[in-house]
């Protein structure tokens, strides 16, 4: 249980001592949508006990498809009474509370399968689902809404140069995993929008490939099958030649960046954030587990008799994380520190 671990206590007291404005979030009432996913979980759990810590006398509401998974994800919080658990869907938003302050919106399909084979349903929950919790938020005294976007609305890049927040590549709208990019973007766009028309606190934060304690050991993303791969003892199987290039961000830092936005971002912006010290190939980061997490007693091997065209396009996403950084965030740590954290984490699950 994600919660008894050590290694997710300590994100979570990390957390509680992030230089932040906490204050502005007293009495607040928090939406969270994406509530059992890792970022969302982890999101619902750091303010639960960042506000037992600092007194802060929050109220935390989620949106979840499932209650049973959130009973799983979330372990004994989910019967705190800071928080509430909202049934419903994106697509179908339950009956939201009066008063909701500050609103983090994580809900989206993340399994590179799940969009390949329900292109629509990724759409809809992305793009209805955004429209109408905007829709609610402009109906309300909203101090802060954060749509969770993803380093993937940059699309195809092929130059290794900084990326700041305009600097978007092509996306290739004649392939199905393009749902999810186009989606993002279109998210992004609906956040500028509401910011302009109606003067609402929207921003967006554009994610690094984002992991750490909480994730699922069977998880089919290629940084658990990684760490599970070196903690079996098996060899890492790439899809693709993993040439893709890109950072990656530890939750816990995930989540203090997301807070930065939501009390410090201005509205109608876009925030990168990543950690440029974990920029890197695919494959040059299985070399780094098979050595670093496994100790070389693993190699790293290509099958190319897939359909690579079920994962992103190769790019490469040098994400510039300077505007984030002005409001006063920064990153920590480099790649095998966060994998040797993941190693340790899912070790406690076996």
């Known amino acids: 249980m994600t919660e008894n671990s050590d290694i997710f206590k ?22 969270v949508t ?24 929050l109220s935390i509401c989620a949106i979840v498809r499932d209650t049973a998974k959130a009973g ?5 919080l989910v019967s705190a009474p800071e928080l509430t658990l909202l049934t ?33 349903e990724v759409i809809r929950t992305s793009v209805e689902g955004t429209a109408g919790l905007l829709e609610e938020a402009k109906k309300r005294d909203t101090k802060g809404f954060v749509f969770l976007s993803s380093m993937e609305a940059f699309g195809e890049v092929n130059t290794e140069e900084l990326l700041d927040e305009g600097a978007l590549g092509k996306v290739d709208l004649r392939r199905t995993r393009s749902c999810y ?6 998210c992004e766009m609906l956040c500028t929008a509401y910011a302009a028309e109606y003067g609402l606190p929207a921003m967006s934060i554009r994610l690094a490939q984002t992991f750490g304690p909480g994730v699922d050991y069977n998880d089919r993303r290629v940084f658990a099958m990684m760490t599970r791969n070196a903690i079996d003892g098996k060899d890492i199987v790439l899809a693709t030649k993993g ?14 960046a997301i807070l ?21 190939s695919i494959y040059e980061m299985g070399e780094m587990v098979s050595r670093e997490v496994a100790g070389g007693k693993i190699a790293v091997r290509v099958d190319e008799s897939g359909d690579a065209s079920r994962y992103p396009a190769p790019s490469f996403l040098n994400m510039d994380i300077t505007k984030i950084q002005l409001l006063g965030w920064e990153p920590e740590h480099d790649l095998p520190w966060m994998y040797k954290r993941l190693e340790k984490y899912l070790r406690s699950l076996a």
């Not at 300590?10 to 939406?31: G, H, M, Q, V, Y």
């Not at 969302?40 to 007194?55: D, K, W």
Request: with cysteine; hydrophobic share 35%.
């Open 10 to 31: 300590e994100d979570l007291r990390w957390i509680c001592e992030a230089d932040l404005p906490w204050e502005k979030l007293r009495n607040s009432t928090i939406l």
């Open 34 to 57: 994406g509530g059992t996913g890792l970022i969302g979980m982890t999101m619902i759990s750091a303010l639960i006990h960042a506000g037992r810590e600092r007194g802060l006398g």
């Open 72 to 76: 799983r994800v979330l372990g004994s």
């Open 88 to 120: 419903g869907t994106m697509e179908k938003l339950p009956s939201l509370p009066e008063k909701i302050d500050y609103w983090i919106h994580g809900a989206c399909p993340t399994a590179s399968a799940f969009m390949n084979e329900h292109p629509v």
């Open 181 to 186: 990019p186009e989606s993002k973007r279109m």
């Open 243 to 256: 040439t893709s290039r890109h950072p990656y961000l530890y939750t816990a830092q995930a989540v203090t």
């Open 260 to 280: 930065t936005v939501l009390l410090k971002g201005a509205a109608g912006e876009t925030y990168n954030a990543a950690n440029p010290a974990t920029y890197c």
